[in-house]
């Protein structure tokens, strides 16, 4: 696919090689922009489960032409049905189709997704430089003078933070902003082989812990629980994240009760405090920008943090090639991506107050479906 060229820059420094660092170097490699990819892991690894790949997340990747790849490695759904947390079905969503070839929503393998995208930043010849971050930023009307951690410097005409919800690029260069706030939840996963017929995504209301099963692969899935965030000086070990979740899911049904009862201590399982944040306008300064994490981070509620970070990274390189200027561009990006972005995380942030505050599951359901309606839009 042919994409327009953007005339306003010729470099580009991508800080962060993760879903929306390399979202956005490839978009704007496609766009002919030279664009160079840091990250401070000098492996490149990525952590973690899988992934839900909504409708618009996936309607997303297939403007980075990576749609067909992700098809063939994880799992595609038209459905989500929602239970009780007895496994009593409460109702079925059926996901709408939002473009023409176009799968309605589905799961990958996190590491595996990532695989996806590094091939893709091979494949367009992106420079990535790992174990690598930056220190300092001196933005001025024609560039940015950027000093890495290595104490090399270096000069791009932009600089993309995307950098994580702990984002050094916004500690230097942006503060008016701040870190992510607790939301007072936290998020268990598991990684687990695929129950018995399971052949949709499942959400589990009506507990105090809600949770869901997503499927990754033809074999795999993963199951998330949230649960009400207690401060504990000490990581939990293995064997205390094993006997924990088991507990969570005493009195689970169907697919989550089948999981409680087929767990093993070597599946791999995770738990980590929720934090989003909406970060203040603006999100650019002079030639510096934020997106993902960094400057949009939300909870997995509505399985859309990544796709976020996918839509920004597409939008920040159209909006730079339909602008005669680099501000003009980086304004109509920030435009763009302010009310989507705050509608996912206000979505997102209302549905875990509605869990924590015990609410009963056909709120939790109308809310969802509601902000899974607007997220089908176009952005």
């Known amino acids: 696919m042919t994409r327009e060229k953007i005339s306003s820059i010729a470099s580009a420094l991508v800080v962060g090689g993760g ?68 496994g009593t079905l409460i109702h079925t969503l059926d996901e709408p189709v939002i473009e023409e070839g176009l799968p309605a929503t589905g799961g990958i393998m996190r590491p595996v997704l990532h695989r996806i995208m590094q091939k893709r930043v091979r494949e367009l010849e992106i420079p990535v430089r790992l174990g690598l971050t930056v220190t300092a930023l001196e933005s001025d009307d024609t560039g940015v003078d950027v000093t890495f951690s290595d104490e090399s410097t270096g000069r791009y005409d932009l600089v993309v933070g995307a950098d994580s919800v702990f984002s050094g690029v916004r500690e230097i260069a942006f503060q008016h902003m701040g870190p992510a706030v607790p939301t007072g939840q936290g998020c268990w996963r598991i990684s687990i082989r695929k129950p018995p017929g399971l052949d949709a995504g499942e959400f589990f209301l009506g507990r105090d812990n809600p949770c869901g099963i997503t499927a990754c692969s033809p074999d795999d899935v993963y199951m998330w629980m949230l649960t009400p965030h207690e401060e504990r000086e000490e ?11 088991k507990g969570l899911l005493a009195d689970f049904g169907g697919n989550a009760g089948w999981i409680r009862d087929n767990m093993t201590r070597e599946d791999w399982i995770n738990y980590r405090p929720l934090a989003a944040a909406l970060q203040p306008r603006p999100w650019y300064n002079g030639r510096v920008v934020l997106l993902g994490d960094a400057v949009h981070a939300t909870t997995p509620h509505l399985a859309s943090g990544a796709g976020m970070a996918v839509e920004s990274g597409v939008v920040l390189a159209e909006e730079l090639a339909r602008a005669d200027t680099v501000s003009e561009g980086l304004q109509a990006f920030e435009d763009r991506r302010y009310p989507r972005c705050q509608d996912v995380i206000e979505s997102s942030v209302g549905i875990g107050n509605l869990q924590l505050n015990r609410r009963p599951p056909e709120e939790h359901a109308a809310l969802l479906e509601g902000a899974l309606s607007r997220l089908n839009e176009p952005f």
């Not at 990581?235 to 979740?245: A, G, I, N, V, W």
Request: glycine fraction near 10%; aromatic fraction near 8%; charge should be negative.
């Open 235 to 245: 990581f939990m070990t293995d064997e205390e994240l094993y006997s924990t979740l």
């Open 19 to 86: 879903i929306g660092g390399m979202a956005t170097a490839i978009s704007l490699a496609e766009r002919g922009v030279r664009a160079d990819l840091i990250d401070l892991d000098p492996e490149w690894r990525v952590y973690g489960a899988g992934i839900t790949i909504t409708g618009p997340t996936l309607r997303a990747y297939r403007r980075l032409g990576l749609l067909e790849p992700i098809k063939e490695a994880g799992a595609i759904t038209n459905q989500t049905h929602l239970y009780r947390y007895d």
